[in-house]
């Protein structure tokens, strides 16, 4: 009994341990018709970098182009991933090969600019996911 | 004797969430890092410097066609791989063509594969060849007229080079570029250029 007891035990650290250095659920800002979303916690990300400026224009060739400004206010370089999604005029997401997490650190007290352009002429809205993961260090 | 298990929970629960709260050990990343698993290119890394190639491509280049009212097409012929790793430039491309072609603004050109008689499928022109009019299989109101292939207007091509990779301490680093050239088949210029460096640094 008390043998079964540790290797449930084992069992259920090691998946927690797992889970948990694997990746982080994904932290959202959404802007829509001139109001910010944020899905969880705020403008701020992890009480470092603070999403500042946003701005949306049409290229020559007429794709979306959106650009997030952010600061780290940090004395530490912040490392996490984004990626932009696109959304047509009927707010459904527009699928795009393209459209994959990208690594970034910002330097500390350091602005940084995050651009992308839309997949096709449709876009009409966009939002950009964040998310901050680590490789794990148990090898 | 009933401790022992209670106690050994008590220290795994403990690991545990010190593995979740622990900070990152990485080193500094730069912003254009793609991946860092390792040396060799991964498929990340492919589709992370084809981002940036499309994200150029739909901003630099103004996607005209050379002959009035037509769409531009796009004839591939050729990454060149100076690296010694096995880069799979159909990949490279097909990710590019997919965006491309789904934008609707051009597109790429099938007939036109130097290395086989068929066009890139093997297929293109035996296709049209069984639609001749001689033969009695095809519905002729319905069949394919040789002359209808439209000729590209661009040429896209590109070269894969790297350097030496340097080690310092448990630390790698390697570097690569990935070049693509879109030249105009009329004039022979250059009509869009993209170079995206790729940098790892990777922990032994």
Same mark, same amino acid.
């Given at each position: 009994m008390n043998m079964r007891m540790v290797l449930l035990a084992a069992a259920l650290a090691g998946a927690v341990l797992a889970g948990g250095c694997i990746s982080s659920a994904p932290q959202e800002v959404e802007f829509d018709d001139g109001i910010y979303t944020v899905k969880s916690h705020s403008l701020t990300l992890r009480q470092h970098?603070?999403? #500042?400026?946003? #701005?949306v224009d049409f290229n020559k060739n007429g794709f979306l182009q959106a650009q997030i400004e952010a600061v780290n206010l940090g004395r530490k370089d912040v490392q996490f991933q984004y990626r932009f999604r696109w959304l047509n005029e009927q707010k459904m997401l527009i699928p795009a090969a393209t459209a994959i997490w990208k690594p970034v650190s910002v330097g500390a007290r350091s602005t940084e600019y995050f651009t992308s352009t839309a997949p096709t002429t449709d876009a009409r809205d966009f939002f950009m996911e964040v998310r901050f993961v680590h490789d794990s260090t148990r090898w | 004797?009933?401790?022992?298990?209670?106690?050994?929970?008590?220290?795994?629960?403990?690991?545990?969430?010190?593995?979740?709260?622990? !900070? !990152?050990?990485?080193?500094?990343? !730069?912003?254009?890092?793609?991946?860092?698993?390792?040396?060799?290119?991964?498929?990340h890394d492919v589709r992370l410097a084809v981002t940036e190639i499309v994200d150029s491509m739909f901003n630099e280049w103004d996607f005209a066609s050379q002959a009035?009212?037509?769409?531009?097409?796009?004839?591939?012929?050729?990454?060149? $791989?100076?690296? !010694?790793? $096995?880069? $799979?430039?159909? *990949?490279?491309?097909g990710w590019i063509e997919e965006s491309v072609v789904r934008t609707g603004k051009a597109t790429f050109s099938n007939a036109t594969d130097p290395n086989r008689r068929g066009g890139r499928s093997g297929q293109l022109y035996r296709q049209i060849d069984f639609q001749d009019p001689?033969?009695?299989?095809?519905?002729?109101?319905?069949?394919?007229?040789?002359?209808?292939?439209?000729?590209?207007?661009?040429?896209?091509?590109?070269?894969?080079?790297?350097?030496?990779?340097?080690?310092?301490?448990?630390?790698? *680093?390697? $570097?690569?570029?990935?070049?693509?050239?879109?030249?105009?088949?009329?004039?022979?210029?250059?009509?869009?250029?993209?170079?995206?460096?790729?940098?790892?640094?990777?922990?032994?």
């Amino acid at each position: 009994m008390n043998m079964r007891m540790v290797l449930l035990a084992a069992a259920l650290a090691g998946a927690v341990l797992a889970g948990g250095c694997i990746s982080s659920a994904p932290q959202e800002v959404e802007f829509d018709d001139g109001i910010y979303t944020v899905k969880s916690h705020s403008l701020t990300l992890r009480q470092h970098v603070r999403l #500042t400026r946003r #701005t949306v224009d049409f290229n020559k060739n007429g794709f979306l182009q959106a650009q997030i400004e952010a600061v780290n206010l940090g004395r530490k370089d912040v490392q996490f991933q984004y990626r932009f999604r696109w959304l047509n005029e009927q707010k459904m997401l527009i699928p795009a090969a393209t459209a994959i997490w990208k690594p970034v650190s910002v330097g500390a007290r350091s602005t940084e600019y995050f651009t992308s352009t839309a997949p096709t002429t449709d876009a009409r809205d966009f939002f950009m996911e964040v998310r901050f993961v680590h490789d794990s260090t148990r090898w | 004797m009933k401790q022992l298990p209670m106690g050994l929970i008590a220290v795994l629960c403990v690991l545990a969430l010190a593995g979740c709260v622990t !900070p !990152p050990r990485g080193d500094y990343v !730069p912003t254009s890092e793609p991946g860092i698993s390792s040396t060799a290119p991964r498929p990340h890394d492919v589709r992370l410097a084809v981002t940036e190639i499309v994200d150029s491509m739909f901003n630099e280049w103004d996607f005209a066609s050379q002959a009035a009212g037509k769409m531009p097409y796009i004839a591939f012929s050729g990454i060149e $791989n100076q690296t !010694p790793y $096995n880069w $799979n430039q159909d *990949e490279i491309v097909g990710w590019i063509e997919e965006s491309v072609v789904r934008t609707g603004k051009a597109t790429f050109s099938n007939a036109t594969d130097p290395n086989r008689r068929g066009g890139r499928s093997g297929q293109l022109y035996r296709q049209i060849d069984f639609q001749d009019p001689d033969n009695e299989y095809v519905d002729q109101s319905t069949a394919v007229k040789k002359g209808g292939i439209q000729g590209a207007d661009y040429e896209l091509f590109g070269r894969i080079y790297t350097y030496e990779e340097l080690r310092s301490g448990r630390i790698t *680093e390697a $570097n690569y570029v990935i070049e693509m050239t879109l030249s105009s088949l009329r004039t022979g210029g250059t009509v869009w250029k993209k170079m995206v460096p790729i940098r790892k640094n990777v922990r032994r």
